[in-house]
C-alpha cells in the first residue's frame, strides 16, 4: 500500500542505525520510519525535512520511498510537514473502456411511464473564500476617482476587475449563476461516469531541440549547407562541428564561403525587432573551404521535411497567435506571412540540423541554431488522429453505412450528453444527424441566492477590494502535468520526433481543496504583483460560511441517472461510512489560490414518476433515493470511484502551491515555477 506523507525527521536508534521518520502515524500513534539509506535510495537526494514522498507499506515495515515529483528540496531552510504543499490541481484519468452509455430519453412523452421527474432544494456554504466573478471590467472602465480612493489608482489600465452579481439595493445579497453550479455539476458527472470530455481547445505546441544538447548523448546539433534535392527529399553537407559556421564578417576566414542565412524564427528578424531588448539577425554567413571539405553529406528524409513544414505551419497559428506577448512593434500577419515565405529552403541555404551521435540519419532541423520544432501530438490530436478522450463515442456518431441519409439519431449516449444534452460541436465528430445534432438537457438548475447580506473580506472604506496573487498557472504546454506520467519513465512528450507519438491526456482536470484558507493566502503584496494586469483586482469577496439556496428541477431520469446526479451533489454518499464535511466542489475564481471550495447539502427532494400526477411519500422516495443510488454503483469503475472521490476531498493541514526551484533573475536567488 501506498502512502503520501513528508518528511518529519532523523533519528538514530540504539544500535547506531540512521532512521528517517515520516508525517504519517501508525495505528499505534508512532510515525512511520525507514533506514536512511533506503530513503536515499529511493529518493535520490538530501531527507530535507517537509520533502513530500511516497511510502510502500508491508505489514509493520516500509518496504519502498520515492520522491514525489510535484515537490522541491534544495531549501536550506527546514520545513514542517504542516507547511508542505500540495499542486493546486490534479486530474481523474478517462478509462472510455468503463465509460458509461445509454439510450436518449427524447422529449416527445413517450414510453417514460416509469421514468423519474421532480426538483430537489439544495443550500450551498462557502468553506473558503468565495468569488463568483460574473461581473468583470477592465480598471479603465471603472470609476477612476473611486479607484484612487480605494489606494488602487496605480493599477494597469487592462487589469481586471471582478465581483459578484447583487441583487438591487436595498437588498444587495449575492447571486450565483445557475450556469456555474451547472458547470462544476456536469464537470464532475463526467468524470464519475468516465465520459469522453467535451469542447477542449486545441493547441499544437512547439519546443526547443538544441537546449538540451548538453545534457543529451544521442543527438548532436550542427550547421549545415543546402545542397541538392532529389525527389522529394534534400542532400546536405553537414560540418563536424556546431560553431563551424561564421556569422560577423570581420571574424571570417580569408578562404570563407558565402551562404544564405535565414535566422530568427521568421526568417527576417521581424519578430526579433518587437522583443524589448536589442536583437540583431543575420543574413549571412561564411565557412571557411577547409571546414567544407571535411562535411558530411546526409539525407533529410521526406517525413522529417514533412514534420519541419508541419512546424512552420504551427508556428504561423499557434506560435504566433493572439496568446503571443504583445509590444508596440508586434504585427501578428507580418510576422505570419514571413514564416510562411521562409518555409522553403534553397541551395546554398546554412541551416542546422539535429543527427544521431555517430550516424548520418537528421531528425529534425531549422533556420537557425535555436529553432523550434514541432510536437508530433497536440491537445486534440495524437499522430494527426482525433484522442479517443476527446472524441464522442462511436455510438455517440452517424455510421458510415447511414452518412447519406438525412436524419439519424446516436444509438447512445455518455453520461453528461445524456442528462444535459449538446449541441453541435462542428471541431469534433457531430453526433448524430439532421434534427438530432442537438437535445436539450434534463435537468434545469436556479440561480443561488445568499440567505443575506454576506460578510466580504477586506475593508468598506477600500471598497472591499482584494488584489489577488497572480495566479502561477502551468498550462497544457507543460506536458509533465497534463500528461500521463509514466513511474518508471516520467518525461512524456507531445512526440518529440516524427516515430515518436507522445504521451496521453492526463484526463479531466480538478482543483484540490484544503481546509482553510485565509486572506494571507490569496492576497498580493508586492506594488508590482497589486498593480499589475497579470492578477485580478476582486470586489465582494464572500467570506467562508456564506450561504446560498437555490432549486434543480428534472425530468424523465432513470434510476441511475437520478443515482448520478444524487451523488455528484453530495459526494460522499458514494464513500460508505464517510462524513459530508470531507468532500466539496470548487466554484468561482482563484481557485488555485483555494478559494471557491464549497459544499453542496440536499435539503429535500420532490419525486414523482412520470406517469403520476402526484409526488412519492417521504418513505417511498427515500427508497427510491437508496434504489438510485445502488442502481448508479452498479454501473461504477471502483478505480475511477476512488480517483474521483480523491479530487473531491479536502485536504488537511497543507496549502496549495505549485512546484518551484531555485534560480537566478537580475542577478539574485529566487524561487520561480519555471525553475
Request: aromatic letters at 8%; a neutral charge; proline letters at 6%.
Amino acid at each position: 500500500m501506498w502512502i503520501e506523507t513528508e518528511i518529519k525527521g532523523t533519528f538514530t536508534t540504539r544500535k547506531g542505525d540512521q532512521m528517517v521518520s515520516f508525517a504519517y502515524k501508525r495505528e499505534d500513534g508512532r510515525n512511520w520510519a525507514a533506514p536512511l539509506w533506503l530513503v536515499s535510495k529511493g529518493i535520490k537526494v538530501d531527507a530535507v525535512i517537509g520533502l513530500a514522498v511516497r511510502i510502500e507499506i508491508n505489514g509493520e515495515r516500509v518496504n519502498s520511498v520515492q520522491r514525489n515529483r510535484h515537490q522541491t528540496a534544495g531549501t536550506s531552510a527546514s520545513v514542517t510537514a504542516e507547511e508542505a504543499t500540495v499542486l493546486p490541481y490534479g486530474f481523474i484519468p478517462i478509462n472510455l473502456d468503463h465509460a458509461i452509455h445509454d439510450a436518449p430519453v427524447w422529449h416527445d412523452g413517450f414510453g417514460g411511464g416509469e421514468l423519474l421527474s421532480g426538483e430537489i432544494l439544495c443550500e450551498l456554504e462557502a468553506l473558503t473564500p468565495l468569488l463568483p466573478g460574473n461581473v468583470r471590467y477592465k480598471a479603465e472602465d471603472a470609476d477612476s476617482q473611486k479607484l484612487h480612493q480605494w489606494g488602487f489608482g496605480k493599477v494597469d489600465p487592462k487589469k481586471q476587475i471582478a465581483e459578484p452579481l447583487r441583487l438591487p439595493e436595498p437588498d444587495n445579497r449575492v447571486v450565483i449563476a445557475g450556469s456555474a453550479i451547472k458547470g462544476i455539476i456536469r464537470h464532475s458527472l463526467g468524470a464519475l461516469t468516465s465520459a469522453p470530455m467535451e469542447r477542449v481547445t486545441e493547441h499544437h505546441y512547439s519546443y526547443r531541440p538544441n537546449l538540451g544538447h548538453a545534457d543529451d548523448p544521442m543527438y548532436v546539433c550542427r550547421p549545415a549547407v543546402v545542397d541538392r534535392k532529389e525527389g522529394e527529399e534534400w542532400i546536405v553537407k553537414v560540418l563536424p562541428e556546431a560553431r563551424d559556421a561564421i556569422f560577423r564578417k570581420d571574424q571570417k576566414a580569408a578562404d570563407a564561403v558565402e551562404f544564405i542565412y535565414k535566422g530568427g524564427i521568421d526568417g527576417q528578424g521581424i519578430l526579433a525587432q518587437s522583443a524589448p531588448r536589442q536583437t540583431y539577425v543575420y543574413k549571412k554567413a561564411w565557412i571557411s573551404s577547409k571546414k567544407l571539405k571535411n562535411a558530411e553529406e546526409c539525407r533529410i528524409f521526406k517525413t522529417v521535411f514533412d514534420a519541419y513544414k508541419k512546424t512552420q505551419k504551427v508556428l504561423c497559428t499557434d506560435h504566433i497567435s493572439s496568446a503571443h506577448p504583445q509590444t508596440k512593434n508586434f504585427d501578428h500577419k507580418k510576422v505570419s506571412d514571413a514564416i510562411e515565405r521562409a518555409t522553403q529552403i534553397e541551395p546554398h541555404q546554412l541551416i542546422y540540423v539535429e543527427k544521431k551521435v555517430d550516424s548520418n540519419e537528421i531528425v529534425s532541423f531549422g533556420h537557425h541554431y535555436q529553432y523550434r520544432w514541432a510536437y508530433t501530438s497536440s491537445v486534440r490530436t495524437k499522430e494527426g488522429k482525433p484522442r479517443p478522450c476527446l472524441t464522442p463515442s462511436g455510438c455517440e456518431q452517424v455510421p458510415t453505412k447511414l452518412s447519406k441519409d438525412s436524419e439519424v439519431p446516436p444509438e447512445k449516449l455518455t453520461g453528461a450528453r445524456l442528462l444535459f444534452g449538446y449541441v453541435r460541436d462542428d471541431e469534433t465528430n457531430p453526433i448524430g444527424k439532421g434534427v438530432y445534432e442537438r437535445l436539450a438537457g434534463r435537468i434545469a438548475i436556479n440561480h443561488a441566492v445568499s440567505d443575506r447580506v454576506p460578510q466580504f473580506l477586506g475593508e468598506p472604506e477600500k471598497g472591499y477590494c482584494i488584489p489577488l496573487k497572480i495566479l502561477g498557472q502551468p498550462k497544457p504546454s507543460a506536458w509533465e502535468f497534463y500528461l500521463q506520467q509514466d513511474e518508471n519513465m516520467p518525461l512524456v512528450t507531445y512526440g518529440d520526433l516524427p516515430n515518436n507519438a507522445g504521451g496521453e491526456l492526463a484526463g479531466r482536470k480538478f482543483y484540490h481543496h484544503q481546509t482553510s484558507v485565509s486572506l494571507d493566502n490569496i492576497r498580493a503584496t508586492t506594488p508590482d504583483d497589486i498593480n499589475s494586469d497579470q492578477a485580478t483586482l476582486a470586489r465582494f469577496i464572500c467570506a467562508p460560511e456564506t450561504t446560498f439556496k437555490f432549486a434543480i428541477r428534472f425530468m424523465r431520469l432513470r434510476d441511475w441517472e437520478l443515482g448520478a446526479l444524487l451523488a455528484v451533489l453530495e459526494p460522499h454518499l458514494l464513500a460508505p461510512g464517510s462524513e459530508p464535511e470531507r468532500y466539496a466542489h470548487k466554484l468561482g475564481l482563484g481557485r488555485p489560490l483555494g478559494m471557491g471550495s464549497v459544499r453542496i447539502t440536499r435539503k429535500e427532494i420532490r419525486l414523482r414518476l412520470e406517469k403520476d400526477v402526484n409526488f412519492l411519500s417521504q418513505e417511498a422516495r427515500d427508497e427510491r433515493a437508496k434504489l438510485a443510488l445502488k442502481a448508479l454503483q452498479g454501473k461504477l469503475d471502483s478505480d475511477i470511484v476512488k480517483h474521483w472521490l480523491e479530487a473531491h476531498e479536502l485536504v488537511d493541514g497543507k496549502h496549495l502551491g505549485y512546484p518551484v526551484g531555485w534560480t537566478r533573475v537580475d542577478g539574485q536567488l529566487v524561487q520561480t515555477i519555471y525553475a
